[in-house]
């Protein structure tokens, strides 16, 4: 990270996903996108474990649900498809870089949130 920008967020950082990595993958831009059949140019993560579960719980696969904790190795920005649309600013701390994010270690556990409130999400995504 350039370390005459000011830091946007120190972190923890956590990215939620249903890929199996191992400590010290990358994860990069450029590649099939969890929720669309398309590239995406950025790789996306969270300061907030309550987003990363959901990134983790609504990502296409049945594969188990994970969620790492990452260090991003460059440059990132609030995620503006999350920054002043529902809340104003960022309270979910959802950025997006076009540098790969290094995974540094795996979540253990964690509660899931309830398969209604999942239902739900996936019924409200689909209206947008």
Do not use: C
């Not at 594969?63 to 104003?88: C, Q, S």
């Amino acid at each position: 990270m350039n370390d005459k920008q000011k830091v946007l967020d120190p972190g923890p950082f956590f990215h939620g996903t249903k890929a199996e990595l191992k400590i010290g993958d990358l994860l990069e831009p450029l590649y099939l996108s969890n929720y669309q059949d398309k590239k995406s140019n950025h790789i996306y993560f969270t300061g907030t474990l309550n987003a990363a579960k959901w990134g983790a719980e609504l990502a296409r696969s049945d594969a188990k649900e994970r969620i790492y904790i990452v260090e991003p190795l460059g440059d990132f920005e609030n995620d503006p498809n999350v920054t002043d649309k529902r809340f104003p600013g960022n309270p979910t701390r959802s950025y997006r870089s076009k540098s790969p994010l290094k995974i540094v270690a795996e979540l253990g556990s964690w509660e899931r949130h309830s398969d209604e409130e999942i239902n739900h999400m996936l019924s409200s995504l689909k209206k947008n």
